[in-house]
């Protein structure tokens, strides 16, 4: 099944609950619940035969702040965070370095980071972010960066916010304020 067809899937089986989109989480248990489940199913069905490698890597909460959805590998030291978005979405590709031990790679973490709504453009997006990243070994920075390039030339046209654009260029002069 493409990521395109199971996305359509998904979101028939979601669209029928009484709460869709679920922004109404932070309050509703049900709507909670609902984001976990998509997102789980998400990253079940994108990582496939390597879903058994992840475990929870914290508790979601019904707070605002709070990820919907973090996993991480066993044994690769990679990492998945889900984080719901009431309109639009982001995603970073970052390395958590050792701060004990800064030149030694093989300490390195790798996090694949998703902000995003339901959108079904984004949520194909993420689908394929999540499977390139959960099939694809890092063992560098390089590596990471390589693949942090590919999402970025690819599916950064399907991320931005009603008010800013995380991948739209910069100007050298402009401030993060």
Same mark, same amino acid.
């Given at each position: 099944m493409s990521p395109d !067809?199971? %996305?359509?899937? !998904?979101? #028939?089986?979601?669209? #029928?609950?009484?709460?869709f989109p679920f922004e109404d989480w932070v309050g509703n +248990? =049900?709507?909670f619940y609902a984001l976990i489940n998509i997102w789980d199913e998400i990253f079940s069905t994108a990582a496939g035969k390597k879903k058994h490698l992840y475990h929870a890597a914290g508790d979601a909460k019904? @707070? =605002? *702040?709070?990820?919907i959805y973090e =996993? %991480?590998?066993?044994?690769?030291? #990679? #990492? =998945?965070? !889900?984080?719901?978005?009431? %309109? $639009? $979405?982001t995603f970073y590709?970052?390395?958590?370095? *050792? +701060?004990? *031990? +800064?030149e030694d790679e093989s300490k390195d973490m790798y996090t694949l980071g998703i902000v995003s709504d !339901?959108?079904?453009?984004?949520? %194909?997006?993420c689908f394929k972010m999540i499977r390139h990243f959960t099939h694809t070994p890092i063992t560098c920075e390089a590596d990471r960066k390589e693949m942090e390039n590919l999402f970025i030339s690819s599916y950064s046209q399907y991320f931005k916010f009603p008010d800013y654009d995380p991948f739209a260029p910069r *100007?050298?002069?402009?401030? @993060? @304020?």
């Open positions: !067809l199971y %996305i359509d899937t !998904l979101l #028939k089986k979601y669209r #029928k609950a009484p709460s +248990p =049900v709507s019904q @707070d =605002v *702040d709070s990820r =996993v %991480i590998h066993e044994t690769e030291r #990679k #990492k =998945v965070n !889900l984080t719901h978005e009431p %309109i $639009g $979405g590709l970052i390395t958590h370095f *050792d +701060p004990f *031990d +800064p !339901l959108d079904r453009a984004r949520l %194909i997006c *100007d050298e002069n402009e401030s @993060d @304020d």
